[in-house]
């Protein structure tokens, strides 16, 4: 108990412990006493590191000192590295921080006083460049903590060469590294083991440059993984092993095959010395499988496979590891209109193909899956022959022609010069319709180039071998409607079905540079025939007269003419407005006022007009 303590606990009067202390002094008088106190305080001051003797550990957790001082120190037991050896007796350094505190006891620190006599060491053994060993504390903000005989710190960006995953993964190993920075004011040391790895990696380097050789089969550490490959570490430098060199085999990423620190067994495949870059492989350890593949697979072979990949162009077949062929779309199906091969096959399908060519040099196969199966076109001359009447649906129109299937995947054209003896057709929607079924004849078919040609107008005898030169004469006046105009002329219908072209040279007696400035689609016409052409199925026309309209009359007579809309008497077909009067030329190609002035002239000879209307089917 503390002296102070025993004087409250026994209230001894002044007196009293006079007469005590002078017997426990006897014969040692105060000057002696104030002496050798003297001696002992002035030995003991903060920040001072002094011996001292463990008395004995409190239930508090601390640990009573004699540090040969009136009073005794006390330490925090977890200060101590190891608790259960703090025993009475034991001898240890402590840094005096403050003596007599409020209860009378000096507060010392044996972790302080073990970091400075640690400092102390370090400065007097090392520098800056020596390399250290230490155990990692802890991490901290920036780096790891580290216990070389003081705590010193490790950035992180000196952890390692690669800095990967999670520095905390260093904790409670032991490294080694060197000593790159010692502040003594702030007692505060930089450590980096990157420094001391590059180091020991610039002299291994140089040695295993000298070492290595193409075709050697060398030991690494994965050290790196990226999509195009994997850096494995030699001892000194590091090598790519690339991504298409890992197998004979397809993947996709590094990753399925190896992870950081594997151990590998490499092949040194090339060695570039200037800069210091070494490529890999692995597959290279074993045989290619591409060797004697002509005769694993020989052409026309049929084999199993797996699909593993699909592009817009094809499917690749896995036939083995590292073994793959290309089933081009156009191999695929030999009706099927196919536009992407998801439309066939997705990845992992089993396929059966037939080995269509290889070639060695380049590594590649090319592959059938309509081969496995029997051609439809082979049989399509048997089952189509010419003069075959068929029927099939319209599946597609284009500007030349309608194509029509015969069966799945098999068409054929109806081009659109087969579709009428005497119509001019621009467009085939002028006679089919996409989806409408019809009858063809088959008129000719070509294997090689699968190609059957279709006729609709050979379902009907061709008019022009007698029907049309018997009905129709060089010389005739007919009426026509006008149904189509171009640049060089006019095509003017004489019967439905029946065209006769009115040549631009013959609108009138002058140069007419447009169709339009005389005649006007659906507008009705007298003509002439002037050529028939059964060969070349071709009548040509000379204008005699266009009719106008019932408005351009009563616009010409001031509204009178509406006793012109009674022709078409005797059985002659009714027009839907009523013809203007004949005329043996054709209009001039004037103002709209000079042919109204000339409509009126001829008024008179309205019913001349009406027997003409009547007239014109006859002629026909």
């Given at each position: 108990m503390h002296g102070k303590q025993l004087v409250k606990k026994f209230a001894l009067g002044a007196d009293e412990l006079s007469r005590l202390t002078s017997e426990a002094l006897g014969t040692t008088t105060l000057a002696e006493i104030d002496t050798a106190i003297g001696k002992t305080v002035s030995d003991l001051a903060p920040n001072k590191i002094v011996r001292g003797r463990v008395i004995k550990r409190l239930d508090d957790g601390m640990v009573v000192v004699?540090?040969?001082?009136?009073?005794?120190?006390?330490?925090?037991?977890?200060?101590?590295?190891?608790?259960?050896?703090?025993?009475?007796?034991?001898?240890?350094?402590?840094?005096?921080?403050?003596?007599?505190?409020?209860?009378?006891?000096?507060?010392?620190?044996?972790?302080?006083?073990?970091?400075?006599?640690?400092?102390?060491?370090?400065?007097?053994?090392?520098?800056?460049?020596?390399?250290?060993?230490?155990?990692v504390l802890r991490k901290i903000k920036g780096g790891l903590l580290v216990d070389i005989g003081v705590p010193v710190f490790l950035p992180a960006s000196q952890v390692n060469i690669r800095r990967a995953g999670d520095i905390g993964d260093w904790i409670g190993k032991e490294i080694e590294a060197r000593i790159i920075k010692i502040d003594e004011e702030r007692m505060n040391i930089v450590i980096s083991r990157r420094k001391l790895i590059e180091e020991?990696?610039?002299?291994?380097?140089a040695q295993l440059l000298a070492e290595l050789a193409e075709g050697q089969v060398r030991k690494g550490t994965v050290k790196n993984i990226a999509d195009f490959g994997v850096f494995v570490d030699l001892g000194g430098i590091d090598g790519l092993l690339h991504i298409t060199d890992m197998s004979w085999g397809r993947i996709n990423h590094p990753s399925e095959m190896l992870k950081l620190d594997d151990e590998v067994e490499v092949k040194v495949l090339k060695i570039d010395r200037e800069r210091e870059r070494i490529a890999l492989g692995m597959k290279q350890k074993t045989p290619s499988p591409w060797e004697n593949i002509t005769e694993k697979y020989p052409v026309n072979q049929r084999v199993q496979g797996e699909v593993v990949n699909l592009m817009s162009y094809g499917a690749f077949v896995k036939l083995e590891d590292g073994v793959e062929g290309l089933v081009h779309i156009s191999e695929m199906s030999w009706t099927k209109r196919v536009n992407h091969p998801s439309e066939l096959v997705k990845p992992s399908d089993k396929v059966e193909?037939?080995?269509?060519?290889?070639?060695?040099?380049?590594?590649?196969?090319?592959?059938?899956?309509?081969?496995?199966?029997?051609?439809?076109?082979?049989?399509?001359?048997?089952?189509?022959p010419p003069g075959t009447v068929i029927r099939g649906k319209v599946r597609n129109l284009t500007n030349y022609g309608a194509f029509i299937e015969l069966?799945?995947?098999?068409?054929?054209?109806?081009?659109?010069?087969?579709?009428?003896?005497?119509?001019?057709?621009?467009?085939?929607?002028?006679?089919?319709?996409?989806?409408?079924?019809?009858?063809c004849?088959?008129?000719?078919?070509?294997?090689?180039?699968?190609?059957?040609?279709?006729?609709?107008?050979?379902?009907?005898?061709?008019?022009?071998?007698?029907?049309?030169?018997?009905?129709?004469?060089?010389?005739?006046?007919?009426?026509?409607?006008?149904?189509?105009?171009?640049?060089?002329g006019v095509f003017v219908e004489l019967e439905p079905g029946l065209e006769g072209l009115l040549h631009i040279s013959e609108l009138a007696d002058h140069k007419v540079d447009n169709p339009e400035?005389?005649?006007?689609?659906?507008?009705?016409?007298?003509?002439?025939?002037?050529?028939?052409?059964?060969?070349?199925?071709?009548?040509?026309?000379?204008?005699?007269?266009?009719?106008?309209?019932?408005?351009?009359?009563?616009?010409?007579?001031?509204?009178?003419?509406?006793?012109?809309?009674?022709?078409?008497?005797?059985?002659?077909?009714?027009?839907?407005?009523?013809?203007?009067?004949?005329?043996?030329?054709?209009?001039?190609?004037?103002?709209?006022?000079?042919?109204?002035?000339g409509i009126g002239q001829r008024v008179s000879a309205r019913e001349a007009a009406k027997k003409a209307a009547e007239d014109g089917p006859a002629n026909g």
């Open positions: 004699d540090v040969s001082y009136k009073a005794e120190g006390r330490i925090p037991l977890e200060e101590f590295e190891n608790p259960d050896a703090v025993l009475p007796g034991l001898e240890i350094e402590c840094l005096v921080e403050q003596i007599e505190d409020a209860e009378g006891f000096i507060q010392l620190s044996k972790r302080k006083a073990d970091r400075i006599r640690g400092w102390e060491n370090i400065i007097q053994t090392h520098k800056e460049g020596d390399s250290v060993k230490g155990t020991e990696r610039e002299s291994k380097k193909v037939i080995v269509l060519e290889i070639d060695t040099e380049k590594q590649t196969i090319s592959l059938g899956m309509k081969q496995t199966e029997v051609n439809p076109w082979d049989m399509v001359a048997e089952n189509y069966q799945e995947g098999i068409d054929g054209l109806l081009h659109i010069t087969d579709m009428s003896w005497t119509r001019k057709i621009t467009h085939p929607s002028e006679v089919v319709k996409k989806g409408e079924e019809i009858e004849v088959v008129l000719s078919v070509d294997q090689e180039k699968k190609r059957i040609a279709l006729g609709l107008k050979q379902l009907q005898a061709d008019p022009w071998s007698g029907d049309i030169p018997a009905r129709y004469h060089i010389g005739d006046s007919v009426p026509g409607t006008v149904t189509k105009i171009t640049n060089f400035e005389v005649v006007k689609v659906g507008q009705r016409v007298e003509v002439r025939i002037i050529k028939i052409d059964s060969d070349e199925r071709k009548i040509g026309l000379t204008l005699i007269q266009a009719h106008f309209e019932v408005e351009v009359e009563e616009a010409a007579t001031g509204g009178g003419g509406g006793g012109g809309g009674g022709g078409g008497g005797g059985g002659a077909p009714t027009p839907a407005r009523e013809p203007e009067p004949r005329r043996e030329v054709a209009p001039a190609a004037g103002s709209l006022a000079d042919q109204l002035k």
